[in-house]
């Protein structure tokens, strides 16, 4: 039924899961298995670098192992499945349609990655861009529905993952004191910053907010003023509870 399955893997839960799911249907119907790791050669902003570095906090997020290409071959090894590994460099999504279509692979196996709501959005979805623009059926597998604990070298990894689950967040005092006297910091630099423009454009000042300086009116100024201090403020909190 299936001669060739692709399987990406880049070493978290879903790509193993789906990487597992391709030897059982290979050792099912006798397919060839070819698993590929891409190299992301794209260049992230800062921004972006932030705000990615922020959705993978946690050891639950990090890789369960460095090496999913020798993993998935000792994996398909023991289960007497011979596993075509392949490295490549570039787009994931662009890497996996070609290196399906030069192969012919009558099916794609891909785990999704689990992204939700605005990071999915901003993200996008791996899983998602090679349905649409694979020309071979696509299997897409959510986190968690492929049980990979019998995969060798991942015990270490899983304990660890689910000792992290199971641990209780505890109250510290003084952190919470910390916290709250930066957050209350800023929100006291922001109100004086939005009070300021608020008394500037006020009735008695009015005569003091048409002053023109460089072009514009001081209350224009002022209106500028509060905007970039409410984003540099944010900023500055954002930067601390990372």
């Known amino acids: 039924m299936y001669k060739k399955i692709l399987v990406a893997v880049d070493g978290y839960d ?7 799911r391709a030897v059982e249907m290979a050792a099912q119907y006798g397919s ?16 972006e670098k932030s705000i990615e570095e922020a959705s993978l906090t946690g050891l639950q997020h990090k890789p369960l192992t460095d090496k999913p290409l020798d993993l998935v071959a000792a994996y ?14 570039g787009g994931i999504t662009a890497c996996i349609l070609k290196v399906s279509e030069d192969n012919d692979v009558d099916l794609i196996i891909i785990g999704d ?19 649409e623009g694979a020309r071979s059926p696509v299997l897409i597998l959510k986190k968690g529905s492929v049980d990979i604990s019998d995969m060798p070298a991942l015990l270490p990894a899983l304990e660890e993952s689910a000792k992290l689950k199971t641990v209780k967040p505890v109250f510290q005092p003084e952190v919470f004191k910390q916290n709250f006297k930066f957050s209350f910091s800023l929100f006291v630099a922001f109100a004086i910053i939005y009070f300021g423009a608020v008394l500037l454009t006020s009735a008695p ?3 003091t907010a048409a ?5 514009l009116p001081l209350a224009i100024w002022a209106g500028w003023g509060t905007l970039i201090g409410g984003v540099l403020i944010t ?3 954002l ?3 990372i």
């Not at 879903?14 to 597992?20: D, E, V």
């Not at 398909?76 to 460099?89: P, W």
Request: proline share 3%; aromatic share 6%; no cysteine.
């Open 32 to 47: 060839q298995v070819i698993v590929m790791q891409v190299e992301e050669d794209i260049p992230l902003l800062e921004v």
């Open 14 to 20: 879903p790509s193993l899961g789906a990487a597992k």
């Open 239 to 241: 930067a601390k509870s």
């Open 205 to 207: 000042m009015k005569e």
């Open 76 to 89: 398909g090894q023991q289960h007497g499945i011979k596993i075509d590994t392949l490295s490549e460099k």
């Open 235 to 237: 900023r500055i909190y």
């Open 211 to 215: 002053t023109i300086i460089m072009g």
């Open 113 to 131: 990655s689990g992204r939700k709501g605005a990071e999915k959005w901003y993200f996008g979805s791996v899983a998602q861009a090679v349905a």
